[in-house]
């Protein structure tokens, strides 16, 4: 059994409502029709893109031979989903089949997702910086371990399964910069810093603090409600001054890396009045049903954790040196990955 990383950003929650992975290169068509292994695919790939570099085209070969050829059923997936930063985990049932109907990324293998959504945080800096790795689809070795015991903790709960991780994690081998630093790679790992000390750093009332600091770095007026009292919404914001004209924005904040569920969501809905708009804030993900609440009500919007962290970087310097002392950032020059 090998250990898969496989970097796809163009699909969404296809990948795991239809249970498979998939690559681009849509234009070769069927891999199987392309004999001579990764020497025919090198052919191709140059007839296809004369102007392309030796370089890259043997990158790219490599890929689709370890997608087509060196991935086995039984293998374990690790599936990195940026849009809200978490991993999902999963195992190949199948062999390489070509999608001819499907729209885009046709070249696929079905997997049968395990564990779904997980955190970033869970894991150690180490082993995120090897699934960061720049190939589409690339092998894990270092620190397998980690994302093992993630997929066979019995219980699914975060904590069972951030307690499992941190079991084998200290047995883990240190990152001895398996890859040279990029671009990239620094600014996921900025991103991971800053979620990690946002979770780790602050309490929930904190949160609601920080919050309402990021919302008036935005441009708006905003206050924390009485905290424990405040009935669904922790934080009250404003375009105007005074925060007497419409409309007012109603905002809950959930202070953990996990998914919200759609009830929790209709909780803050149920709070929202004619013309007033509700903003919901958390450092996770959110559920299908919680998203498809988000695309039928008007004036609802879900921020993910990965939308707080965009926001954080685009407004650092804006920011009390209250909350920046938490998350230390300073600008760099650092080498593009096309270098």
């Known amino acids: 059994m090998n250990i898969w990383g496989i970097h796809n950003d163009t699909l969404t929650s296809e990948l795991i409502d239809e249970g498979f992975v998939s690559l681009g290169w849509d234009e070769i068509g069927d891999l199987r029709d392309v004999p001579n292994g990764r020497e025919g695919l090198k052919q191709l790939l140059a007839s296809l893109y004369p102007d392309a570099k030796w370089r890259s085209i043997a990158n790219q070969a490599g890929v689709l031979y370890r997608f087509r050829d060196e991935i086995r059923a039984g293998d374990v997936i690790i599936a990195p989903y940026r849009p809200d930063s978490t991993i999902n985990l999963g195992v190949v049932t199948g062999d ?12 696929r293998r079905s997997v049968e997702w395990k564990k779904v959504g997980l955190p970033r945080t869970l894991f150690s800096q180490a082993s995120l910086y090897e699934i960061g790795s720049a190939i589409t689809v690339f092998m894990v070795r270092k620190h397998s371990s980690e994302f093992l015991a993630a997929l066979d903790s019995i219980d699914p709960s975060i904590d069972a399964v951030a307690s499992a991780i941190d079991q084998v994690s200290e047995q883990s ?30 309490s929930h009332q904190e949160f609601e603090e920080f919050t309402a600091a990021l919302l008036r770095t935005l441009g708006y007026q905003a206050r924390v409600t009485q905290y424990s009292q405040d009935g669904g919404v922790d934080v009250i914001a404003h375009r105007d001054p005074l925060g007497v004209e419409p409309p007012q924005i109603k905002v809950q904040c959930k202070h953990r890396t996990g998914t919200i569920s759609a009830p929790e969501v209709q909780q803050l809905v149920g709070t929202q009045g004619p013309g007033e708009l509700s903003l919901f804030v958390t450092l996770g993900a959110y559920s299908r049903d919680a998203l498809m609440i988000e695309r039928q009500r008007p004036g609802l919007r879900l921020l993910t954790g990965e939308d707080v962290v965009t926001l954080v970087l685009e407004n650092y310097s804006k920011l009390p040196e209250r909350w920046r002392a938490e998350m230390p950032l300073t600008n760099v020059l650092v080498v593009a990955d096309e270098a």
């Open 173 to 202: 081998p240190e990152d001895d910069a398996t890859d040279e630093p990029r671009a990239s790679r620094i600014e996921r790992h900025t991103r991971d810093f800053v979620l990690e000390a946002l979770q780790r750093n602050l």
């Open 96 to 107: 390489y089949f070509f999608a001819q109907e499907a729209h885009t990324h046709r070249h």
